[in-house]
């Protein structure tokens, strides 16, 4: 069984695998938080939730940016 990620964090790191990301993520404990929402962390490598403020970080950086 998959451990369940916390949505109460301020940052959360993502990986490439992860995109396209949305928030809450299905394996968070409070996945049903708020409406589900694309994050476009693959643009700058970084991004918040419009509802919840959760930071997620790409590790690696940017998408197709040379990492």
Do not use: F
């Not at 409070?30 to 694309?38: D, G, L």
């Not at 994050?39 to 419009?50: D, W, Y």
Request: hydrophobic share 30%.
């Amino acid at each position: 069984m998959t451990q369940l990620k916390e949505n109460n964090r301020s940052q959360i790191e993502v990986e490439a695998k992860d995109l396209p990301l949305y928030c809450p993520m299905p394996d968070m404990v409070k996945w049903n938080a708020h409406p589900r929402v694309v994050i476009p962390v693959g643009n700058t490598g970084e991004a918040l939730c419009p509802y919840c403020g959760t930071k997620y970080v790409l590790k690696g950086g940017p998408v197709g940016h040379g990492h």
